[in-house]
């Protein structure tokens, strides 16, 4: 079962607008991972949220998290079509042995140029 | 390398066939996952190591389904008699430690004939 639901499904801009995507949970997490992936290639690693943070930034990125409200949301700024790919948020929870990602079903983003 | 290998990229299997998919983490990780993606979905959670342990193999979806990573490096993941539900790209990810940032292969598209 997936824990993390993304929001939107699709989502369709122009190049330079910003994109927002948004990602709910259902159980308490240690932390909150963001991947992007392109057609038929890997996951790539865009940022690691902790529980105990609201807020990071990696260049174009900004990633919240609401923990009260089981919520994070990925603002892509000055987009590119470049940046058109999936987007998953994966929850990872704090166990006492082992370890998982529980991902998403994903944002389609593209980026018209 | 520097970042997490998988292979073969691409495998067909005959339908009752055995295969078995290759994983070489980034040197020095303790954890390492494997997953499984069908097309369009997020990726689903197969098995869980750390270091040469498989703590957690609650994902595998059958007993057709078997892992192993006996030096704690590489890793295994090997499906037998293999049936057409089993066509999906399979990722393997590690990372440092439990809780940090996890990196992903490029994967194996595994299609069942």
């Known amino acids: 079962s997936q824990q993390g639901e993304e929001d939107p499904q699709a989502l369709s801009i122009q190049e330079g607008e910003n994109a927002t995507m948004n990602c709910s949970y259902k159980?308490?997490?240690?932390?909150l991972q963001w991947y992007r992936q392109n057609s038929g290639r890997g996951l790539v690693h865009l940022i690691l949220?902790?529980?105990?943070?609201r807020e990071k930034h990696s260049g174009r990125l900004r990633v919240t998290l609401d923990t009260s409200k089981k919520s994070s949301s990925l603002l892509i700024t000055a987009s590119r079509a470049a940046d058109t790919a999936s987007y998953f948020c994966?929850?990872?929870?704090?166990?006492?042995?082992?370890?998982?990602?529980?991902f998403g079903e994903g944002t389609q983003l593209t980026v018209n140029p | 390398g520097a970042g997490v290998s998988q292979s073969p990229r691409y495998k067909v299997a005959k339908r009752g066939q055995d295969v078995a998919l290759r994983c070489d983490p980034i040197?020095?990780?303790?954890?390492l996952f494997w997953y499984q993606q069908a097309l369009g979905q997020g990726p689903e959670f197969l098995t869980y190591?750390?270091?040469?342990?498989?703590?957690?193999k609650s994902g595998l979806p059958s007993d057709r389904f078997f892992a192993e990573r006996p030096e704690g490096s590489v890793s295994t993941l090997k499906i037998q008699r293999t049936q057409q539900e089993d066509s999906a790209v399979y990722l393997c990810?590690?990372?440092?430690?439990?809780?940090?940032?996890?990196?992903f292969g490029q994967g194996t598209r595994l299609t069942v004939v």
């Open positions: 990810a590690s990372s440092f430690v439990r809780y940090t940032e996890a990196f």
């Open positions: 159980t308490s997490i240690n932390n």
């Open positions: 949220i902790r529980s105990n943070e």
């Open positions: 994966a929850t990872e929870l704090s166990r006492t042995s082992g370890s998982r990602l529980t």
């Open positions: 040197s020095g990780h303790v954890s």
């Open positions: 190591f750390q270091n040469e342990a498989q703590l957690d």
